[in-house]
């Protein structure tokens, strides 16, 4: 099982990875654990964690949180140009998310990205559906994790 150790009293809940992707979360504690003011590229991360809950903040807005408790590695938002099915300009770039999801049981995960949006849904290179964003840009899924990480992207249609 991965867990990110504590390395840095504060830090302990979230790294930033050679990738510069984030890492952040552990299902495995029952102590609720946070580390604020985490900055990347100008933006400030927050993190809450344990086995009930993982959720994470960007600069005080909701990005992630997964009910119960995950751990998150190489998390990033990015664009990307459109798949070859996707019936726009090549030029054009589509936001996607991704990142490797670890945790234990049936886990409801919940982004908040673009409001009234349609996403895809993948989970280790399956399209498992899609997904309308809320007027407040929320998007709800739930997937079946354990200690062996599960691949997730969601690309905006």
Do not use: C, W
């Not at 302990?12 to 609720?32: M, P």
């Not at 990015?78 to 798949?83: D, K, L, R």
């Not at 908040?112 to 996403?119: A, F, I, K, N, V």
């Amino acid at each position: 099982m991965a867990v990110i150790e504590p390395k840095v009293p504060d830090q302990e809940v979230i790294r930033l990875e050679d990738d510069q992707t984030i890492s952040f979360g552990s299902y495995a504690v029952k102590r609720k654990q946070k580390a604020d003011g985490f900055e990347v590229n100008g933006n400030i991360y927050n993190v809450k964690t344990h086995n009930e809950i993982t959720r994470l903040e960007k600069n005080s807005k909701l990005l992630f949180e997964s009910v119960p408790g995950s751990a998150v590695r190489h998390f990033k938002a990015s664009e990307v140009p459109a798949p070859p099915e996707v019936p726009v300009p090549p030029e054009v770039l589509v936001p996607v998310v991704s990142f490797e999801l670890e945790g234990a049981g049936d886990t409801k995960v919940t982004l908040e990205l673009e409001p009234s949006q349609e996403y895809r849904i993948f989970i280790n290179g399956a399209d498992v559906g899609s997904a309308k964003s809320n007027i407040s840009g929320k998007v709800n899924f739930s997937v079946y994790l354990s200690a062996d990480p599960q691949a997730i992207r969601i690309e905006k249609v």
